[in-house]
């Protein structure tokens, strides 16, 4: 039963006790009034049971903490519903909290109250809290050669340790630290960034992407010889972030798509110049144009066709007639001497 002035009076006559020091921690000593149990370590969300003993002299008893009372015998003064009365009879007083959280821990304190004698028996309460990402920097988009710092910070109990690694590479790049500084990026240090959290109850990851834009470059365009009538296609392939924007020429001419029968098909890196039915007029000198917001670059290609085998041929060929061709005239004035 309820009894204010009573409680009152107890709760000061513990608190006085505890004033009073209590002795280093043990797992009971008959002869001392006031006890020190060793800590209870529990995970944040556990349970945890507070047991006291009790005894046949025993006229009131209470569990405490910070000066609160949580039950007096069987009547709860506390108004958590996660605490709640376990076991009271002649033997123990055990409470338990529920879900346990940070604002659990600390000192509580089970008072007894004899026939002769308060006494009281303390135990504290660690509770240890898993890693918990709480400030972690956003996704960029940086040029390249830029400076980058990320950062990564995490709650938790013990203290979480906290590290990065860039996931897409050959983990060359690392960090055991909350930031992770990057001076001079390259496209080669684009890529996701893991940061890892730990503490002795668990581990937490999260990850931030860094783009990294750099202007076009192309590939060597390849020369590329067809036959009249036939089918003939000219690649263009550029590295570029952002993706990189095509134009064709014929010459100093632009070329749009469609014209004069020829189709461009630009598919992320690569864009293609097809030509269905090859001409004469088509064969020539070709350059493709890749553009983005950070630069340009081109490169050439040649169309050329069978004549241009056979010219090129002709010329040695045209070599060997004159040599025959001046061995005949000079063959007369040979033979006389």
Same mark, same amino acid.
């Given at each position: 039963?309820?009894?204010?002035?009573? *409680?009152?009076?107890?709760?000061?006559?513990?608190?006085?006790?505890?004033?009073?020091?209590?002795?280093?921690?043990?797992?009971?000593?008959?002869?001392?009034?006031?006890?020190?149990?060793?800590?209870?370590?529990?995970?944040?969300?556990?349970?945890?049971?507070?047991?006291?003993?009790?005894?046949?002299?025993?006229?009131?008893?209470? *569990?405490?903490? !910070?000066?609160? %009372?949580?039950?007096?015998?069987?009547?709860?003064?506390?108004v958590d519903p996660r605490v709640s009365l376990v076991t009271l009879n002649q033997e123990e007083f055990t409470i338990k909290i529920e879900n346990v959280d940070m604002t659990?821990e600390g000192q509580y304190v089970c008072a007894v109250q004899t026939s002769s004698r308060p006494r009281t028996t303390s135990v504290h309460i660690l509770v240890q809290v898993?890693?918990?990402?709480?400030?972690?920097?956003?996704?960029?988009?940086?040029?390249?050669?830029?400076?980058?710092?990320? %950062?990564?910070?995490?709650?938790?109990?013990?203290?979480?340790?906290?590290?990065?690694?860039?996931?897409?590479?050959?983990?060359?790049?690392?960090?055991?630290?909350?930031?992770?500084?990057?001076?001079?990026?390259?496209?080669?240090?684009?890529?996701?960034?893991?940061?890892?959290?730990?503490?002795?109850?668990?581990?937490?990851?999260?990850?931030?992407? %860094? &783009?990294?834009?750099?202007?076009? &470059?192309?590939?060597?365009? !390849?020369?590329?010889?067809?036959?009249?009538?036939?089918?003939?296609?000219?690649?263009?392939?550029?590295?570029?972030?952002?993706?990189?924007?095509?134009? *064709?020429?014929?010459d100093d001419r632009r070329i749009f798509n469609g014209f004069d029968g020829m189709d461009i098909l630009n598919t992320g890196s690569l864009s293609k110049l097809t030509f269905?039915?090859?001409?004469?007029?088509?064969?020539?000198?070709?350059?493709?144009?890749?553009?983005?917001?950070?630069?340009?670059?081109?490169?050439?290609?040649?169309?050329?066709?069978?004549?241009?085998?056979?010219?090129?041929?002709?010329?040695?060929?045209?070599?060997?007639?004159?040599?025959?061709?001046?061995?005949?005239?000079?063959?007369?004035?040979?033979?006389?001497?």
């Amino acid at each position: 039963m309820r009894n204010p002035l009573f *409680w009152a009076m107890f709760v000061g006559m513990t608190i006085l006790l505890m004033e009073q020091g209590l002795p280093v921690r043990s797992q009971g000593d008959s002869q001392s009034d006031n006890k020190v149990m060793d800590n209870i370590t529990v995970r944040q969300g556990e349970t945890v049971f507070l047991r006291c003993a009790q005894g046949d002299v025993v006229t009131h008893t209470a *569990w405490l903490n !910070r000066s609160s %009372i949580l039950y007096a015998g069987e009547d709860k003064w506390s108004v958590d519903p996660r605490v709640s009365l376990v076991t009271l009879n002649q033997e123990e007083f055990t409470i338990k909290i529920e879900n346990v959280d940070m604002t659990d821990e600390g000192q509580y304190v089970c008072a007894v109250q004899t026939s002769s004698r308060p006494r009281t028996t303390s135990v504290h309460i660690l509770v240890q809290v898993p890693p918990k990402i709480i400030n972690l920097s956003r996704d960029i988009v940086v040029n390249e050669g830029s400076n980058i710092t990320l %950062i990564c910070k995490a709650s938790g109990k013990p203290e979480p340790s906290i590290s990065w690694k860039l996931i897409s590479s050959s983990g060359d790049l690392a960090s055991d630290d909350e930031y992770l500084e990057i001076t001079s990026i390259s496209r080669q240090r684009a890529g996701t960034y893991e940061c890892t959290a730990v503490n002795d109850i668990d581990t937490d990851v999260q990850t931030v992407d %860094i &783009t990294v834009n750099y202007a076009p &470059t192309v590939s060597e365009g !390849r020369d590329v010889g067809v036959t009249p009538g036939q089918r003939g296609v000219l690649e263009c392939e550029v590295d570029a972030v952002p993706e990189a924007d095509f134009e *064709w020429y014929k010459d100093d001419r632009r070329i749009f798509n469609g014209f004069d029968g020829m189709d461009i098909l630009n598919t992320g890196s690569l864009s293609k110049l097809t030509f269905f039915n090859v001409s004469d007029t088509d064969y020539g000198n070709y350059t493709c144009v890749a553009i983005n917001k950070l630069g340009s670059t081109n490169t050439s290609f040649l169309l050329y066709g069978p004549r241009a085998v056979q010219d090129g041929s002709g010329g040695a060929m045209g070599v060997h007639s004159h040599t025959w061709l001046l061995f005949i005239v000079f063959l007369p004035f040979l033979l006389r001497f």
